[in-house]
């Protein structure tokens, strides 16, 4: 955008299928889809669940990722570093707002499934409870897992690091 950083919806936009987090999903989709009916995948609360998961999983990635991508000089698309500039604040107050931003997709996230799971409960097929029961649990698995892995990964962990929690020294 000019060498300026991007406004965050439309980062989210593009990050939310380059960080590979929805292609994974939607893999997962058509690898299961023998048993569900074509309008759960179609249900618009699920497709954008896809998405808030996907987005989570990306402003985890660059939280862990901000050390690094600073360090080489791409943190002009990094939010936590971009909202540093955009805002005129400091680290601290960068980092509330992608944990504000987190919560706000997590909070959209669990509204969404609780609804999804209130539609799917008249039906009674255990088999198709069962996979949408197994997609939901791909999804949580998603956040956590990346979460585990980005805060312990040699990748995005050092000795300088901003957090605490990934200050580990690279092994050599």
Same mark, same amino acid.
């Given at each position: 955008?000019?060498?300026?950083? +991007?406004? *965050?919806?439309?980062?989210?936009?593009?990050?939310? *299928?380059n *960080?590979?987090?929805?292609?994974?999903?939607?893999?997962?989709? !058509?690898?299961?889809?023998?048993?569900?009916? =074509?309008?759960i995948?179609?249900d +618009?609360?699920?497709?954008?669940?896809?998405?808030?998961?996907?987005? !989570?999983?990306?402003?985890?990635?660059?939280? !862990? =990722?901000y050390?690094?991508?600073?360090?080489?000089?791409?943190?002009?698309l990094?939010?936590?570093?971009?909202?540093?500039r955009?805002?005129?604040?400091?680290?601290?107050? =960068?980092?509330?707002?992608?944990?504000t931003? *987190?919560?706000?997709?997590?909070?959209?996230?669990?509204?969404?499934?609780?609804?999804?799971?209130?539609?799917?409960a008249?039906?009674?097929?255990?088999?198709?409870?069962?996979?949408?029961n197994?997609?939901?649990?791909?999804?949580?698995y998603?956040?956590?897992? %990346?979460?585990?892995? =980005?805060?312990?990964?040699?990748?995005?962990? %050092?000795?300088?690091?901003?957090?605490?929690?990934m200050?580990?020294?690279?092994?050599?």
């Amino acid at each position: 955008v000019g060498g300026q950083s +991007p406004h *965050i919806e439309l980062y989210s936009f593009l990050r939310k *299928i380059n *960080i590979g987090a929805y292609p994974c999903v939607t893999l997962t989709e !058509v690898m299961l889809n023998h048993h569900l009916e =074509s309008y759960i995948w179609a249900d +618009p609360r699920w497709i954008k669940m896809n998405e808030d998961i996907a987005i !989570v999983v990306t402003l985890i990635n660059d939280l !862990v =990722s901000y050390e690094k991508e600073v360090n080489d000089n791409a943190g002009d698309l990094n939010p936590l570093f971009f909202f540093q500039r955009q805002n005129n604040v400091d680290l601290c107050d =960068s980092y509330k707002q992608m944990v504000t931003l *987190i919560d706000y997709y997590v909070d959209h996230y669990v509204q969404l499934e609780q609804g999804f799971l209130r539609t799917l409960a008249k039906y009674h097929n255990p088999l198709q409870e069962q996979e949408v029961n197994f997609m939901l649990d791909h999804l949580h698995y998603l956040i956590t897992g %990346s979460r585990m892995w =980005s805060m312990q990964t040699p990748r995005y962990c %050092s000795p300088t690091s901003p957090f605490i929690e990934m200050r580990k020294f690279r092994e050599a």
